[in-house]
């Protein structure tokens, strides 16, 4: 049975206006309106000393949820104020860019539909750092990604709490103290996804190798794992702490062990020390039979717990060295941390030379050759004494 209803008076002409309005609409509603990317900063920035200077470290996740591929031109950072802590674009720009998509795509700056990047920031201020961000990034659309617009999002606090200032893991040098946040596959940009959440355990790790005085690390010829100068070297408690984790048992690495290893045995025997109910200290790829500690055991700044070795993942005898949110190797979150004191000698530009080449040696323009409470930069190489280097 069909009937119609008809309507008259007041409700026949709001009927009449509902209808036309969904219809057409005030066109300055939707003009403005249109997809774009998806910004989210996961874990809180957080502001660590390096060369005298407040550096800001954290990710950027830029996904594409649209239908179309978007290219990012610039990311400015700003602060609560809006003002401009740092603009990122071109060379810039690109160099900090990661993927964890599996597509083999030169251009990192198009990202296509469905896809994330991962903006690795590290930024170094002049100032006092600031309590709180927000980014704003230019990016083109359209047919041949010939129009420009910009979003903002990803609106983070900083973290506020101070890096805990450790003693030295190790005694004496020359050490070299390797680490690079531009590399693609370094401690700083590698995501793990353990326990329902995406990680980067090694956002600080640092990897200490010793090296002689013209930067070799073992003998001329020398191929064996125990030969390297670094191989025995005593491993130190940073601080007063709790033992929670004291894994053995693992045979040392051959000279090229094989690139893919189960989880659970990357970081071949380790230690890890609770500081507190945040921080954790962990230590590495230790010598077999090395371990001095035990689950339950507190341990005193400076005393032994181990020795350097090559076991699990690693190819040289060297020290993972890292400051976690939990117990995990790699279900915790990497934090910061400054030493307590260390003299610089100098620093590798290309550590490709590491091995077969001296390092470059310190410019005493550039400060004091003692540094107190830093993360040391990138590759410098450094001893845990009043030693300092002969002027070459």
Not at 130 to 140: D, G, I, N
Not at 249 to 266: F, M, N, Q, S, W
Request: charged share 25%; aromatic share 6%.
């Amino acid at each position: 049975m069909n009937e119609r209803i008809q309507m008259s008076g007041p409700m026949a002409l709001l009927t009449t206006f509902l209808l036309l309005a969904g219809t057409a609409g005030p066109a300055s509603a939707t003009d403005d309106l249109r997809e774009s990317f998806d910004l989210q900063v996961p874990q809180m920035p957080a502001v660590v000393t390096v060369e005298g200077k407040p550096r800001l470290v954290y990710e950027l996740h830029i996904t594409n949820f649209s239908r179309d591929p978007l290219a990012v031109q610039r990311v400015d950072v700003l602060d609560s104020d809006g003002g401009t802590v740092a603009a990122l674009e071109g060379d810039s720009l690109a160099g900090r860019l990661g993927r964890i998509d599996a597509a083999q795509q030169d251009d990192l700056l198009t990202v296509a539909q469905g896809v994330r990047r991962v903006l690795y920031v590290e930024i170094d201020l002049d100032g006092v750092p600031p309590k709180a961000l927000m980014h704003r990034v230019a990016y083109a659309h359209g047919p041949e990604r010939q129009v420009s617009a910009e979003v903002r999002g990803g609106r983070t606090s900083i973290r506020q709490q101070t890096p805990p200032v450790l003693g030295p893991p190790l005694r004496g040098g020359p050490w070299v103290a390797i680490y690079g946040p531009s590399w693609e596959r370094g401690h700083r940009r590698v995501i793990y996804t353990v326990d329902g959440r995406a990680r980067i355990p090694g956002r600080f790790a640092v990897d200490w190798m010793l090296a002689d005085d013209e930067g070799r690390l073992a003998p001329e010829g020398s191929q064996q794992v125990e030969s390297a100068y670094g191989y025995g070297a005593e491993v130190l408690a940073v601080a007063d702490a709790l033992v929670v984790v004291a894994r053995d048992g693992v045979p040392e690495a051959a000279a090229e062990p094989p690139r893919k290893r189960a989880l659970t045995d990357a970081a071949g025997n380790y230690v890890v020390l609770r500081l507190d109910d945040e921080h954790h200290i962990f230590y590495e790829h230790l010598a077999p039979g090395s371990i001095r500690v035990a689950p339950g055991e507190r341990v005193h700044k400076g005393q032994v717990i181990a020795a350097v070795g090559s076991t699990g993942s690693s190819r040289r005898a060297h020290l993972h060295f890292h400051v976690g949110d939990g117990e995990s190797t790699l279900g915790a979150e990497g934090l910061p941390f400054t030493l307590e004191a260390f003299s610089l000698l100098g620093s590798y530009a290309d550590l490709d030379e590491l091995g077969s080449q001296p390092w470059s040696p310190r410019d005493p323009s550039a400060g004091g050759a003692r540094r107190s409470r830093e993360l040391p930069a990138p590759n410098v190489v450094l001893t845990f004494d009043d030693r300092i280097a002969p002027a070459q």
